[in-house]
């Protein structure tokens, strides 16, 4: 019934959409033909003058040659200087260079957010030339679009709005949008990162603000994939906010309301997911920074009927695992001691369970594929959560983490218990990994690296996923004067290399999902695959790797 009454809807948007262009016969003109930015392929173009100049996806600014200024009625509408678009590009970036900002300082440096309305105002008004500059320094530019900036431009993004960018869906859209999704220009649209707002980076729920992390992840998707801009869409599905802060602000931009739970959120999600996929069969959807309580529930739910995968829960766990199976190479043992690495997770939400569940794996497959490899496999593990270390005497545990409770006789005899503090953990078990995902900057305390020196492994590994940069777990100078030179490091959010004196550096590498999920997106979309397999996601891990 509900499917009758929304394609009857779609067909309405439909009929309405024909009416208006029967009665304004400019919405549907002869069209006409233009060169790209990059000047070898021709571009067909409904609009005249102004529309064209103020449309992103076909504006070239003063690129545009005479000839097109004359065919698309622009003439005197430009400076009449024409450029090209390297001189375009040239001094756009001696204004960007201007702030010389540093970037890998992210937020902390004042000029990042600067440079981010720069950037984001180019956007709006020219996207080729805004990819040209992203893609040519994607060193320099994704700690701006994407973590560790976007995360203070969500926090502050009701002022930050200027022009929309993507779509929302509301609570308040209920019933509406198997019809709404017509509302969006493209006919075409491969990537959808949608999220809800509940968990950006560590900076906890948003509300509609979080939109500019899905707008930041599919920038990655275009700069380093090469999905094509005009068929991305950024989403966000506002149910609401527990935010107390944004609540009370009469300046919010999302709804003022608590969030839905239970029945009524699914049904929201539902409806979201069916209407993307009626107008968008072949698209794919990522879900991004979802609280963990959804985050799991949704992936089941869906991942088996349509083309969707959990960026943190799979992307993470992705880039984790190249990352363990990096450390292994680089403390110089062979591959197979993958399974024999003890590894200390502090953060058992979406992220942290992501990372146990796909590394078990990992080692089971390593050690035949058994169910007694399985199961032998999470002994490795040792997850500790906001309170403590997690055992089979936990009262309410989450269904998710319960597989990798310790026993807790078998903790008892390394002298923990249920609850044991991280630094307990840490300096009973001697890990090999210290794997951060839990959201607290500074959680490696002195203490906890101290207790790292124990580590059995003489290079231990120290990887402080949590986002943006004041939420890693530690910092690398911390990690490398406590720890010691011999270490590995990486980090969520990008940070310098240490010097450690004697010419020698201290490599501070990036561990962020990043480095995945644009080939997860682009590997299903070439291969037209119908779901994102377990298969897939391990086999993307292993090659990150
Ligand atoms: N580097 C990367 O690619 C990624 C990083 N992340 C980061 O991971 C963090 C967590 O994300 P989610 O798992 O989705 O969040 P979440 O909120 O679901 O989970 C946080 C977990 O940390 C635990 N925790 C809180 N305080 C703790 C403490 N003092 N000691 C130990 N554990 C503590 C909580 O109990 C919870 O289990 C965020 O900062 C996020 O930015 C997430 C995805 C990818
Ligand atoms: C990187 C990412 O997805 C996160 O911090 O949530
Ligand atoms: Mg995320």
Redesign the pocket.
């Known amino acids: 019934m509900s499917n009758f009454y929304n394609q009857t809807r779609a067909a309405s948007s439909l009929m309405r959409r024909l009416k208006r262009s029967l009665i304004n016969p400019t919405a549907v003109t002869r069209p006409r033909c233009f060169t790209t930015a990059e000047g070898h392929r021709p571009t067909l173009v409904h609009k005249r003058s102004l529309d064209i100049l103020h449309d992103p996806w076909f504006n070239k600014g003063t690129a545009f040659s005479m000839t097109e200024r004359d065919r698309l009625d622009l003439r005197g509408l430009l400076p009449p200087n024409v450029m090209s678009s390297e001189q375009q590009i040239e001094r756009f970036m001696v204004d960007l260079k201007r702030l010389e900002v540093q970037a890998r300082d992210g937020p902390s440096d004042p000029n990042a957010l600067a440079k981010w309305r720069i950037l984001n105002r180019l956007h709006d008004r020219n996207e080729t030339m805004y990819y040209k500059v992203l893609i040519a320094n994607i060193e320099e530019y994704a700690p701006i679009v994407y973590t560790p900036t976007v995360g203070l431009v969500c926090q502050n993004y009701s002022g930050l709005f200027r022009r929309p960018r993507g779509m929302y869906f509301s609570a308040e859209d209920r019933g509406e949008m198997m019809s709404m999704v017509y509302n969006w220009p493209a006919d075409q649209v491969d990537m959808i990162v949608v999220t809800d707002g509940s968990?950006i980076?560590?900076l906890g729920d948003l509300g509609v603000q979080g939109i500019g992390i899905a707008i930041g992840k599919l920038d990655l998707y275009v700069a380093a994939a090469g999905i094509n801009p005009q068929r991305v869409l950024p989403v966000m599905i506002d149910v609401g906010t527990n935010n107390e802060k944004l609540l009370k602000n009469p300046l919010y931009l999302g709804l003022q309301q608590h969030r839905l739970d239970g029945d009524e959120y699914i049904a929201v999600i539902d409806e979201f997911m069916e209407a993307v996929f009626t107008r968008w069969p072949n698209v794919i959807v990522q879900f991004e920074d979802f609280?963990?309580k959804w985050a799991f529930k949704l992936l089941q739910r869906y991942r088996n009927t349509h083309r969707m995968f959990n960026d943190?829960v799979q992307g993470?766990a992705g880039?984790a695992i190249a990352g363990l199976l990096g450390a292994v190479r680089a403390q110089g043992r062979p591959m197979i001691d993958f399974p024999k690495q003890k590894i200390v997770v502090?953060?058992?939400?979406?992220?942290?369970i992501g990372v146990v569940n796909a590394a078990r794996k990992t080692m089971a497959r390593m050690l035949g594929n058994t169910e007694h490899a399985f199961d032998s496999a999470k002994s490795q593990f040792w997850v500790?959560?906001?309170n403590g270390l997690i055992t089979d005497e936990r009262e309410n545990i989450d269904p998710d983490a319960l597989p990798f409770a310790r026993n807790t006789n078998e903790a008892g005899r390394q002298g923990l218990r249920e609850g044991s503090s991280?630094v307990e953990v840490v300096r009973q078990v001697r890990p090999d990994v210290l794997l951060g995902?839990?959201?607290?900057g500074g959680?490696f305390s002195k203490e906890v690296l101290e207790a790292l020196k124990g580590s059995t492994s003489a290079k231990p590994a120290i990887f402080a996923?949590?986002?943006p940069t004041k939420?890693a777990e530690c910092t690398p100078e911390e990690a490398f004067s406590i720890v010691g030179d011999n270490i590995i490091f990486a980090s969520?959010s990008p940070f310098r290399d240490v010097d450690l004196g004697n010419r020698q550096i201290g490599h501070s590498n990036q561990?962020?999902?990043m480095y995945l999920f644009p080939g997860i997106g682009l590997g299903t979309l070439l291969s037209g695959s119908r779901i994102i397999s377990d298969g897939m996601l391990q086999a993307a891990a292993e090659r990150c790797g």
């Open positions: 968990r980076l560590g609280q963990s943190d993470t880039v502090a953060g058992a939400g979406s992220a942290g500790v959560d906001a991280l995902l839990s959201g607290v959680l996923m949590s986002n939420n969520g561990g962020n999902n």
